[in-house]
C-alpha cells in the first residue's frame, strides 16, 4: 500500500509550484519558504507581517525540519513585498488543489458567500476593500477555494469563476450549493447545473416576479401538494421554531418565457417557505423566507440545508474577524489583502482538523508557544 501523504506535505507540494515572480539569481529566500513561514506564523496566532518575521527567527530551527533556510527568514518589509507580487489566481488555485488532496471526500453541502476585509481599502488609490466570495463545506467546516471579486465589478461575476474551479475533475458531483439571493439568476444557476452540481438559491425582493408566484402558490398549494416539518431551537435567551415547506409540483415555473426578460432557471424542482418564529426575551420575530432549488429535496432535507448555509457566517466570517482578525488588517497595496486572505484559509482548515478540545484561538497561541503543537497542527509525521 502507497502511505497517505500527510497534509503537511501535500502543503508544502502545492506551495512549490506557485511561480515566482522574482528573477531566480536574485533570490535568498525560495518562495516555498517564504510562503511556509506565512502560513506557519498565521497559525501561530501572528496577523501581520511583523510578528510573522518575528516568529519566523524565533522559530527557525523549527522550520529548518521541513526546509532548510540556508539565509534564514526574511522580514516584515521584505515579506510585505514578495506577498504583494505574488499571483492570487495561482495562490487560490493551490489551496484550492491542496484542499482536494488533503480533503479528498466531496461534500454534499457547500454554502457560497462573499465577506468584505473592511480596512484593507486604499481611499489614496480610490481602491476599494477586498471583497471575497468563499465556499464553504458546511458539515465539514471546511473552506474549499475562494474568488476575488474585481473593482467596479460584484459577486455575479466571481462566483461562477469560482464554481468553475471547484468543478475541476467532477469536484461538484452530487453537491447541493446554497448561496444568497445575489445568485438568484439564470447565468449562475447554469453553471452549477453544467458542474453537474444542485442549486438552492434564495428569493428575496430583488425577483420580485418569482417571489410573488412562488408565494401565491404556497397560500394556495392543497396539503397534499407539500411537506411540512418544523424543529424548534432553544438557547441564547430565545426560542426558534422553523416551519419548512417544499411543493416538488412546479411544472408551472418551467416552459417558455411568458414576458420579456421573465427569470427562467434551469432544472427546477423544488420550492421551499421557511416560516421562523423567534420567542425574545422583550417581544416576538416573524419572518418567511422562499428558496428555489433544482434539487428534490424532502422537508427535512430543505430545512437541513437552508439551516446548513449559515454556517459559512457563523462558523466562518466571525471566526476570521474575531480569531484572526481579518477585518483588523491594513494590508492595502498590490495582492497583499488577497493572498493573506488565502493565507488565514489555509491556517482555519489545519486548525479546523485537530481533533481536541480547544479553541481555535487556544489552538494559535498553543500553537505560538509550542512548536510541536504547530507541527502536530501541519499534520508532520515523526517517526
Known amino acids: 500500500l502507497v502511505p497517505e501523504k500527510s497534509r503537511l506535505k501535500a502543503l508544502l507540494d502545492h506551495?512549490?509550484?506557485?511561480?515566482?515572480?522574482?528573477?531566480?539569481?536574485?533570490?535568498?529566500?525560495?518562495?516555498?519558504?517564504?510562503?511556509?513561514?506565512?502560513?506557519?506564523?498565521?497559525?501561530?496566532?501572528?496577523?501581520?507581517?511583523?510578528?510573522?518575521?518575528?516568529?519566523?527567527?524565533?522559530?527557525?530551527?523549527?522550520?529548518?525540519?521541513?526546509?532548510?533556510?540556508?539565509?534564514?527568514?526574511?522580514?516584515?518589509?521584505?515579506?510585505t513585498l514578495l506577498m504583494n507580487r505574488i499571483d492570487p489566481d495561482l495562490f487560490a488555485a493551490a489551496f484550492t488543489?491542496?484542499?482536494?488532496?488533503?480533503?479528498?471526500?466531496?461534500?454534499?453541502?457547500?454554502?457560497?458567500?462573499?465577506?468584505?476585509?473592511?480596512?484593507?481599502?486604499?481611499?489614496?488609490?480610490?481602491?476599494?476593500?477586498?471583497?471575497?466570495?468563499?465556499?464553504?463545506?458546511?458539515?465539514?467546516?471546511?473552506?474549499?477555494?475562494?474568488?476575488?471579486?474585481?473593482?467596479?465589478?460584484?459577486?455575479?461575476?466571481?462566483?461562477?469563476?469560482?464554481?468553475?474551479?471547484?468543478a475541476a475533475g467532477g469536484g461538484l458531483?452530487?453537491?447541493?450549493?446554497?448561496?444568497?439571493?445575489?445568485?438568484?439568476?439564470?447565468?449562475?444557476a447554469t453553471a452549477i447545473r453544467a458542474a453537474k452540481a444542485d442549486y438552492l438559491l434564495a428569493v428575496k425582493a430583488n425577483q420580485p416576479t418569482l417571489r410573488a408566484e412562488i408565494e401565491r402558490f404556497f397560500a394556495a398549494a392543497p396539503a397534499a401538494e407539500t411537506e411540512t416539518v418544523t424543529d424548534l431551537d432553544k438557547g441564547h435567551g430565545r426560542i426558534e421554531s422553523r416551519t419548512v415547506t417544499v411543493a416538488r409540483e412546479v411544472d408551472w415555473l418551467k416552459g417558455d418565457r411568458r414576458f420579456p426578460g421573465e427569470l427562467r432557471l434551469p432544472d427546477v424542482a423544488t420550492i421551499v417557505r421557511v416560516a421562523s418564529r423567534a420567542?425574545?426575551?422583550?417581544?416576538?420575530?416573524?419572518?418567511?423566507?422562499?428558496?428555489?432549488?433544482?434539487?428534490?429535496?424532502?422537508?427535512?432535507?430543505?430545512?437541513?440545508?437552508?439551516?446548513?448555509?449559515?454556517?459559512?457566517?457563523?462558523?466562518?466570517?466571525?471566526?476570521?474577524?474575531?480569531?484572526?482578525?481579518?477585518?483588523?488588517s491594513r494590508l492595502r497595496k498590490g495582492h497583499g489583502?488577497?493572498?493573506?486572505?488565502?493565507?488565514?484559509?489555509?491556517?482555519?482548515?489545519?486548525?479546523?482538523?485537530?481533533?481536541?478540545k480547544k479553541s481555535l484561538r487556544l489552538r494559535r497561541k498553543r500553537a505560538g508557544w509550542d512548536p510541536e503543537y504547530c507541527a502536530q497542527i501541519l499534520g508532520h509525521r515523526t517517526r
Open 173 to 188: 458531483d452530487g453537491t447541493l450549493i446554497s448561496i444568497d439571493a445575489i445568485a438568484t439568476n439564470p447565468t449562475i
Open 337 to 356: 489583502a488577497s493572498n493573506m486572505a488565502v493565507v488565514r484559509h489555509f491556517a482555519f482548515n489545519l486548525l479546523r482538523a485537530v481533533t481536541d
Open 279 to 328: 420567542e425574545l426575551a422583550d417581544r416576538g420575530r416573524f419572518e418567511t423566507r422562499y428558496y428555489i432549488s433544482s434539487a428534490a429535496l424532502s422537508a427535512t432535507a430543505a430545512a437541513e440545508a437552508v439551516r446548513s448555509h449559515w454556517a459559512i457566517e457563523n462558523s466562518l466570517h466571525w471566526v476570521l474577524d474575531v480569531t484572526f482578525g481579518d477585518d483588523q
Open 97 to 166: 488543489a491542496w484542499v482536494r488532496e488533503s480533503w479528498p471526500d466531496r461534500p454534499s453541502l457547500i454554502a457560497i458567500d462573499g465577506k468584505t476585509s473592511r480596512r484593507s481599502h486604499d481611499r489614496g488609490a480610490g481602491k476599494a476593500p477586498l471583497h471575497l466570495v468563499s465556499a464553504f463545506a458546511t458539515t465539514r467546516r471546511l473552506v474549499l477555494g475562494q474568488e476575488a471579486v474585481a473593482d467596479k465589478s460584484s459577486e455575479t461575476t466571481a462566483i461562477p469563476l469560482l464554481i468553475e474551479r471547484l
Open 15 to 79: 506551495l512549490s509550484v506557485i511561480e515566482d515572480p522574482r528573477e531566480p539569481w536574485r533570490v535568498a529566500h525560495p518562495l516555498p519558504e517564504v510562503l511556509l513561514l506565512v502560513v506557519c506564523g498565521t497559525l501561530s496566532d501572528c496577523d501581520d507581517y511583523e510578528g510573522i518575521a518575528e516568529w519566523g527567527a524565533t522559530h527557525l530551527s523549527f522550520l529548518r525540519r521541513f526546509r532548510p533556510y540556508h539565509h534564514g527568514v526574511p522580514g516584515a518589509r521584505w515579506l
